[in-house]
Structure formats: C-alpha cells, structure tokens
C-alpha cells in the first residue's frame, strides 16, 4: 500500500515539475518567499496578494461601487412549465453620472423546494433565446437583427435542470457592457471620473465589467425570498466562461464556479500555450482585460501569476472546468493542468481535487470537489455537460 502511495506521489511531482519547467509562478509561494503550507496562511496571505496582482494586472479593478438602485418585478408565473416552475422576469436598474442602465434578470425556479441549487450565467444572445416560452421578453438588440426565440434551448436545458429540481437564471451579458471596442457605452460611463472617457490602466475590461453584473444579480438574488441565495453556481460558456470564473474567483458568496470551455483569459494556462494564445486574444479582443495587461501579449514569462492561481481562489468552494474534445482554440490540455495544479490549495482544506494528471478520457468525468471532463465534439455547453454539473452540484453544493 505504501509503495503505491508513493509510486503515485512521484507521478503526481514528477509532472507537476513538468509544467514548472513553463516556468508557471509557484502557487504555494508567497512574494515574500514563504511557503504557503495552511488554508488559513492561503486565506491571510497568498489568495490576497493574488488577487491584488490578477485584479490590478489582467481584468482590472473595478473603479467604485455601484448598488442596484431599483428593482422592478415585471413578470412572475407560478404556473411555469406545466406547473413545475416559478418564471421571473426581474429589470435591474443601475444609476450614476446621470446615466442610467438596466439589465433583465430571467429565472426559472423548481416549485415546492426550499434548497437547491441554481445556476446563474450570461446568454449570448438575448433571454428570449435561452427557451421557447413565448412570455420572455424579447431582449434589446446590439447586435445586428435579434435572433429568434429559443436557439440557444439546447445550451441552456431549461427543461433538463427544472425536472433535476435546480434552478436556472439568466441575463444577456451585451446588456451591462456590449461586446464591442466601446466603452462609452455599457456600465462603463457610469463610474467615469470627471472628464474620464475610457477606464485608466488598471481599470475594468469587459471580462471584468461582467463578472460584476453576475454579483450585483447575486446581490438581488440573496433577497429574492423564492430563490435559494446560498446555493448560487456561476456558470459560463467560452468569453461568459471566463467572465462567470473571475465573478466567482472574487466573490465568495457563489456557492461554486462552472467553466465551461473557457479557453484563454479563462481557465487555461498562459504558459507554452496551444490554440487562442494571449497575442491573438489581446489583438482581437482589447476591451476584455485591463490596459495594463497588454505589456504581457508574447511575454507571457513575465507574467507574475498565471491562470491556475484564478482557479485556485474558488477554493475551498467547488469548481468545475470542462473542455471539448474539438475545442483546440481552447487548448483542453492547459485546462486541465490548470485544475490539476489547483488541487494544491483544496489540499490545504483537506479537500480532494484532481488527483491523476493523466488526461482523461473522452466523456470521463475526474476529480471531487474540483472536477474536470472533456466531451467529444465541438466547442459548446450542451446535454452531456449539463448532466454531470447537475450531478456535481447535487454532490458538492451543501
Ligand atoms: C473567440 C475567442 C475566445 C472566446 C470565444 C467565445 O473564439 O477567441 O477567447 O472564448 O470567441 O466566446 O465564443
């Protein structure tokens, strides 16, 4: 027994000092040099100045505190989904500069329960698309003509995740910042000092401006006495992927964090990269990190963290990353190093995580409390991954 322990003990250092040879910043090392070896000197020391440098460095800080102003209940259905759900259709309203913003928060809620969990993410195109109930308000349209009803119903599942007894809420993440090089526009303007027309170096891109929507929807859900406040998952898709993960790397108050093929700038590694690598990133998409950032695009080696140290502030709270086995852009490799060097800080809690760094299987669900698969097929949030976060928040979600 003891010689396989340390047989796998070998294993699991051996490759683990493989990915230090990408010269991946140490996890469990503090910048004064010390090593981390407790939860409580992860949670004095290390997980702060962590988020201090990712915050400051990469998706930006967010430049002053903006609550919901009001809140507007504009639709409620007790009678949802032959009778199995509560639908809500909640207009969140932000204000600031004399400017005025609002968001529609849609939720789906399992009758008759008291606790459950609920998962709460961006759509892509509108919260008309997410299902095919006629009732949802169709969504503004940014974006070139709005997209018909329902086309997203087979990455959201609606039916799958009511009859499963969770919950589902939504809101169209082009609502609190449009995806597009703009930032008059979206939440931005809102926090402006005088005279300022774009955020300063260290302040918000998009990535970050959406992470906090999905807290301020949290913050209304912890008041909603029909939703279960402490048993909200994050969840994401690809960019709303890496959004859902830095809201729930920063606020602890989201019971656990979901992403789903979130590739770059999300749970994949920086460091010796496949696919989307920070220079393609950075030259397409500029609004979605912090000014500051862009000193590292093709100098990823001077980056003081790396995305593995953004899983790891999920911990002790549950996490799931997945990836496609089609998904190349994404890199699935880098994801699952990035979970399994994670692991690290669940131990510190006594927690189990990913303890092979074999790459698993197609369609293998590894892991515990941080869990990982890659799916066959395409880039995408579909059935197969719906089932096995259904069943990971059934058993780590308390
Ligand atoms: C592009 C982008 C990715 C992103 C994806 C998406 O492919 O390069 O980083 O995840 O869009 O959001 O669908």
């Not at 981390?36 to 460095?57: F, G, Y």
């Not at 950075?282 to 950032?293: D, E």
Request: some cysteine.
């Amino acid at each position: 027994m003891n010689k396989i322990v340390l047989f796998c003990t070998l294993i699991i250092l051996c490759s683990i000092e493989s990915f230090s040879q990408q010269n991946i910043p140490e996890l469990l090392m503090a910048k004064n040099g010390n090593t981390i070896a407790s939860s409580k000197q992860w949670e004095k020391l290390r997980r702060p100045e962590i988020l201090a440098m990712v915050e400051s460095e990469m998706y930006g800080i967010v430049p002053g505190e903006l609550k919901i102003s009001e809140i507007n209940i504009l639709d409620q259905d007790v009678q949802a989904l032959q009778g199995k759900a509560i639908r809500k259709q909640v207009k969140l309203t932000f204000r600031g500069n004399q400017k005025e913003l609002s968001v529609e928060l849609l939720m789906y809620l399992p009758k008759g329960k008291k606790s459950y969990p609920t998962f709460l993410g961006y759509n892509f195109s509108g919260n008309h698309t997410i299902y095919g109930d006629t009732a949802i308000h169709i969504a503004k349209e940014w974006n070139g003509a709005a997209k018909p009803r329902g086309v997203e119903t087979s990455n959201w599942e609606v039916e799958r995740l009511i009859n499963a007894g969770c919950g589902v809420a939504t809101m169209y993440y082009w609502d609190i910042a449009p995806d597009r090089e703009d930032f008059s526009i979206g939440i931005y303007p809102l926090l402006y000092k005088a005279g300022q027309t774009k955020p300063a170096n260290n302040e918000w891109g998009s990535l970050a401006a959406w992470a906090w929507g999905l807290s301020r929807a949290l913050d209304y859900m912890k008041t909603d006495k029909q939703v279960d406040g402490s048993k909200v998952i994050v969840i994401g898709h690809s960019r709303l992927g890496k959004a859902a993960l830095w809201a729930g790397a920063r606020d602890k108050r989201f019971a656990a964090v979901i992403s789903n093929n979130s590739g770059c700038g999300g749970a994949s590694i920086y460091r010796e990269k496949a696919g989307e690598t920070l220079l393609k990133m950075n030259n397409r998409f500029p609004r979605w990190t912090a000014v500051n950032f862009k000193k590292y695009t093709e100098n990823e080696s001077l980056l003081p963290f790396d995305q593995h140290m953004v899983l790891a502030m999920v911990a002790p709270r549950p996490l799931y990353v997945a990836s496609a086995s089609e998904d190349a852009w994404a890199d699935p490799k880098n994801e699952f190093k990035s979970a399994l060097l994670a692991t690290e800080v669940y131990k510190l809690y006594g927690l189990k995580g990913i303890n092979s760094p074999n790459f698993p299987e197609l369609n293998m669900h590894v892991g515990a409390t941080v869990s990982y698969h890659i799916r066959n097929g395409k880039h995408n949030i579909l059935a197969y991954d719906w089932d096995q976060y259904i069943s990971f928040a059934k058993k780590f979600v308390q």
